[in-house]
C-alpha cells in the first residue's frame, strides 16, 4: 500500500485505516519523547530560515484546526454512509497524499499556515498530542463511514473536496513528514 508513485491507489478500507491508525500512534510516540527534551533544544535550527521542533508542531495544528473539525463535520452530516470494502483513491487526493510523504518532493507552504519565527512554546507538543487522540477517535468513526462517498474541503479552497479516505492520507502523512522534520532539528 505504501506507493511512491502518481498512480491511483486501491486498498481494504480496514487496511487503509489501520495504517493510518498505526502512523498516528507513531507520530504520538515521537512527539512524547520530544517532549521530554529542553527547550532551548526544541527551539534550535539549523538556519534562520528553517524551522525548529515547535515551529514544526505548530505548523501542523494549523492544519489539524481545519481539516479536524472539517472531518467531523463531514461525519456528522454524512447520511446512507455505510462503509465499502475497498477504498479507491482520487487522482488529486492521492497525489496530494503521496506528496506528503516524508521525502516526497512536497509543495511551498502557505502563509498564513507557516510558522516561521512564530511564539511557540511547550504547549504546541501538547497540543498536537490532543489533535492526534482526535484524529484516533475520527478514524474509528471512519469504521463505519464510507471512505469514497463522504467528501471534505481542503484547506487551500473550500471549493476543492477529496475523499475522506484521501483527505485523511493527506493529513496523517503530513505530519509524519513534520514529525521527523522536528526529529531532525533537534539532533543536528
Given at each position: 500500500?505504501?506507493r511512491?508513485?502518481?498512480?491511483e ?19 504520538i ?12 533544544k ?6 534562520p ?12 495544528n ?89 467528501k ?5 479552497s ?31
Open positions: 500500500m505504501h511512491t508513485k502518481d498512480v491507489m486501491q486498498t481494504e478500507s480496514k487496511l487503509l485505516l489501520d495504517d493510518l491508525r498505526e502512523r498516528t500512534a507513531a507520530n510516540l515521537a512527539v512524547e519523547e520530544l517532549i521530554k527534551l529542553p527547550l532551548e526544541l527551539q534550535q535550527k539549523k538556519n530560515e528553517s524551522w525548529n521542533a515547535l515551529e514544526c508542531m505548530a505548523h501542523l494549523r492544519y489539524g484546526d481545519f481539516y479536524l473539525p472539517e472531518i467531523e463535520a463531514r461525519l456528522n452530516a454524512a447520511k446512507n454512509s455505510n462503509p465499502q470494502p475497498i477504498f479507491k483513491s482520487g487522482w488529486l487526493g492521492n497525489k496530494f497524499a503521496l506528496m506528503m510523504l516524508p521525502g516526497a518532493k512536497g509543495m511551498s507552504t502557505f502563509k498564513v499556515m507557516n510558522t516561521l519565527d512564530s511564539a511557540c512554546n511547550m504547549a504546541d507538543l501538547s497540543e498536537f498530542l490532543n489533535q492526534q487522540h482526535k484524529v484516533l477517535a475520527l478514524l474509528k468513526r471512519c469504521e463505519s463511514s464510507n471512505l469514497n462517498k463522504i471534505t474541503s481542503i484547506s487551500i473550500k471549493l476543492i473536496k477529496l475523499k475522506l479516505g484521501d483527505t485523511l492520507r493527506v493529513v496523517i502523512y503530513h505530519n509524519q513528514r513534520h514529525i521527523l522534520q522536528a526529529q531532525k532539528a533537534t539532533d543536528f
